[in-house]
Structure formats: C-alpha cells, structure tokens
C-alpha cells in the first residue's frame, strides 16, 4: 500500500513538473510574429476601421498604430494568416472610411488638409481631446496606405478601388502647408493656437514624413528640406560606435520599417562612409552596450535583456528600494545616446524586436530570453506586453518588479513589420515598386552605394 501511495505521488509530481515546463511555449520569431499580427485582428474596428492604441486598457485609436495595421494585411496574407479577398476586404473598407473621416478647420474634426490628429475617440473616429493634427503620426498613416496600394496590385474591382482611394488619400495631403520658413516641417497644428513651435530637425523617426512630403505629385515640400533636416544631425561617439545618434531604438526603427535603406545613400551618409541600414545596427549595438553596462545598477540588466525605447513605465514615482533612491516614469522616450540618457529600468522588447533585421545574432536572443524567462508576466496571447521593471517594487522588497498590462499598437506595429522584413523582407519590397516613396528617395538626394563591399563588412 505504502508503495503504491510513493508511486502516486511521484507519478504526479512527475506531472505538475512536466505540465510546469509546458506552460512556456518554446519561443519561434513565427510564434511571436503570429501573435503580433492578432493585435491588429483584434484591435481594429469594424466600424471605422481605426486600431486601438493601447490594449486591454481602451483609450482612443492611433492614427500611427491604423497605419502599421494597414501594412499588417500582406504580412498576413503572405503567412497564410487571412486570405487575400478577407485582407483587400478590410483593406478596402478601411480606406473609404478613412477617406469619409471629416476634414476641416473645427476642433472636433478628424483631420485637416489631408492630415489626422494624432489620436481620435472611440465612438466617431474624431479627434480626441485637444490633441495635435500630426505631420508624423499622419505620415506613417500615409506609409501604411501607400503599402496598401502597392500590395493590392491585381486587375479586379475590388483591389482596384484600394490602389485608387490610397491614391486619393496620400495626394489630399498638403504637405507643403506643415512646411515653416525655416524650410522644417513642424511637428503639428491646433485649431485653438495654430502651428506647434517644435520642427522636425536632428535625426530621428521622421526619415519617411520627410520623403513622403517631398514624394506628393499634388503638395510637395522643395527637394532641398532633406539639406535643411541633415544639417541638424550630430555624428557622435557612444560607447564605441561612432554613429548617427538617436537614443530612443524606435528612431532608428519607424522608418526603416517601411524603407530599405541597405546599399543607398544621401550626401550625409557618402560623406561618413555609411548609410541609415549600418547607423542603426551601430545604434542597436551601443544601446545593448549602455544596458550590459548599467552605470545606474538596474535590477536583471544583461546581455539578452536589454533595450530603451519609448514605451510604457510603471508610472512617475519615487522609491526608495534597498536603502536606494529611483526615480520611476511613466510613458516615456527612454533611450542612451552621447548626449542624451533616460533610463529607468524599464525594458521594452520591441526596442529589440524592431531591429532584428539591424543585428539579428543579438535581437533575437534577447527576445527568446525575455520571452523564456518571464512568459507568464510578459508575454500574451498578442506576444509581447509593452514593458517590463525589475527594479521597480512599490513594496520595497526587492522582488516584485513591474510588467505592463497593456499592449501599445505603435510598438507592435514596429515589432511586427520588422520581424517579416528580416524574415522575408516584405515590407521593403512592396514599397520599392510605390512611385510616390521612390520618387521622394530621388529628390532626397538617394543613391545606390558605390562602394558597396566596404559597406557590407562596415562593422
């Protein structure tokens, strides 16, 4: 009896141990990729077609998140995730309703001379609050239409009428009304105070407002306001890469999302040997860097946890944690640059994730770690939550730390077309036969590289 009841009980111990180990699905790029795309299934409206911001938590919808949604359908079609005719379906009513969202100088419009405000409301798709019409959350609303119009390329009715209502949209924009006498663009409008005062200028996510603004048939901004942004770059040093620097990953990232910038160069990056492709491997190595480095002593830093980027953060407080002072933020532009440092123990996976096609032999094995080690806090059924602090304890003991319960639809947007571009590069490839895109690159001055080997073992 006594070793039957032994034999039970190791029998089920043996059980829970291995139900234990099951409980965490072996990590894929696949499995994570078709999590991803989920987000966009499940967070864009049926009604207007706009994709939540953020996810269980329901605010208002992203105008920036609605275009990596868009470019989410031929990633879903081309992995067998959606048909075809269910994507050009959801493509097509997607674009009539956001070409039937009102356009005009009120404050409760949806948006103004071809732009969108940055956010809008969950009942009618109008802006939300008092929020800014956007030049660059509207222009990656552009970049997510034109990947429509490129993708949905076959001769029948229905995907005839995306390639023309994203025609009609992209040229409605009056690119060269956001343009100031600085020959900058601003970073927005407001119908109560009129232009914001901040302009687009050093190097950041905005590579592809520029390019889409100089690329319009209808409005275009001069050919020389790519010399007037460039100007404001800073070439600089940061732990041992000497680079282009942007601190926050998702600056390096956005763009490059949507453009292959391998083996092209603007007079910027012929006159540092380099180009936009190498700048951000460089930038997501000195990020890994800083990280593996921790001058501030974070809790779980290491060389597969790593990654600053604007994200969620467990909220602006201050604690004192084993005798030590933290002060903790909210969302936040978190990044390390040589002159720039915001850093307070919150990692965000899409800052690896979103440049897997820069340094694959580091981004992934950071996402496998964070995806092994803390699954049942940070990963969901749409892959990666925001955020995670294991610094962070609000009870002082050192051991709760913090993980975000919300997905961000701009940083799974990123995370997503990113994955399928170094896995197939698809994104890259469908926008190289969009006119509008290639014609911006000519006029800002890209070409193909001519020392290409050089290029290539640039390290």
């Given at each position: 009896m006594k070793q039957a009841i032994f034999f039970l009980f190791f029998f089920f111990l043996g059980c829970a141990s291995t139900d234990s180990h099951r409980t965490v699905p072996t990590f894929s790029l696949e499995e994570l990729e078709k999590r991803t795309f989920d987000y966009f299934m499940a967070t864009m409206d049926t009604v207007h077609y706009q994709v939540l911001d953020r996810y269980p938590t329901r605010t208002f919808y992203s105008i920036a998140a609605t275009g990596f949604g868009y470019a989410a359908l031929p990633i879903g079609v081309e992995k067998k995730y959606i048909t075809r005719d269910r994507a050009a379906h959801i493509a097509l009513h997607a674009l009539r309703q956001l070409a039937a969202l009102p356009q005009n100088a009120t404050s409760d419009a949806s948006g103004y001379k071809g732009f969108y405000y940055h956010f809008l409301d969950l009942k009618q798709a109008k802006r939300y609050k008092d929020v800014e019409l956007s030049s660059i959350d509207t222009g990656l609303l552009m970049a997510g239409v034109l990947t429509l119009q490129s993708y949905f390329d076959r001769d029948n009715p229905q995907e005839k009428e995306i390639r023309n209502l994203a025609d009609a949209i992209y040229r409605k924009v009056e690119w060269d009304w956001m343009l100031n006498d600085k020959g900058l663009l601003s970073h927005g409008w407001k119908p109560e105070s009129g232009f914001i005062k901040h302009d687009w200028e050093g190097y950041n996510e905005a590579m592809i407002l520029l390019i889409l603004a100089m690329g319009s048939p209808t409005h275009p901004i001069p050919d020389t306001c790519w010399a007037n942004w460039t100007q404001t770059y800073e070439w600089l040093?940061?732990?041992?890469?000497?680079?282009?620097?942007?601190?926050?990953?998702?600056?390096?990232?956005?763009?490059?999302?949507?453009?292959?910038?391998?083996?092209?160069?603007?007079?910027?990056?012929?006159?540092?040997?380099?180009?936009?492709?190498?700048?951000?491997?460089?930038?997501?190595?000195?990020?890994?860097?800083?990280?593996?480095?921790?001058?501030?002593?974070?809790?779980?830093?290491?060389?597969?946890?790593?990654?600053?980027?604007?994200?969620?953060?467990?909220?602006?407080?201050?604690?004192?944690?084993?005798?030590?002072?933290?002060?903790?933020?909210?969302?936040?532009?978190?990044?390390?640059?040589?002159?720039?440092?915001?850093?307070?123990?919150?990692?965000?996976?899409?800052?690896?994730?979103?440049?897997?096609?820069?340094?694959?032999?580091?981004?992934?094995?950071?996402?496998?770690?964070?995806?092994?080690?803390?699954?049942?806090?940070?990963?969901?059924?749409?892959?990666?939550?925001?955020?995670?602090?294991?610094?962070?304890?609000?009870?002082?003991?050192?051991?709760?730390?913090?993980?975000?319960?919300?997905?961000?639809?701009?940083?799974?947007?990123?995370?997503l077309l990113q994955l399928e571009n170094h896995r197939t590069e698809l994104i890259w490839t469908i926008l190289k036969k969009n006119k509008y895109l290639q014609d911006g690159l000519k006029k800002a001055g890209f070409l193909p590289t001519k020392n290409k080997n050089k290029l290539d073992h640039e390290e």
């Open positions: 040093n940061f732990q041992g890469e000497k680079h282009l620097n942007f601190a926050p990953l998702f600056g390096h990232q956005y763009s490059q999302a949507f453009i292959d910038f391998r083996g092209i160069q603007d007079d910027f990056m012929r006159k540092h040997s380099s180009d936009y492709f190498i700048n951000s491997r460089k930038a997501t190595y000195a990020n890994r860097a800083y990280c593996i480095q921790n001058p501030k002593n974070f809790k779980g830093y290491s060389e597969n946890i790593w990654g600053l980027t604007a994200c969620d953060g467990p909220g602006h407080k201050r604690l004192t944690i084993n005798d030590l002072e933290y002060q903790f933020d909210g969302y936040s532009a978190r990044g390390a640059s040589a002159k720039y440092v915001n850093d307070d123990g919150t990692i965000a996976p899409t800052a690896a994730g979103g440049s897997l096609p820069f340094a694959p032999e580091i981004c992934e094995p950071a996402l496998q770690t964070m995806w092994t080690n803390y699954y049942d806090q940070l990963v969901g059924e749409y892959g990666f939550k925001d955020a995670f602090n294991l610094t962070f304890s609000p009870k002082g003991d050192d051991t709760s730390g913090w993980f975000d319960p919300d997905y961000i639809g701009i940083d799974q947007g990123v995370l």
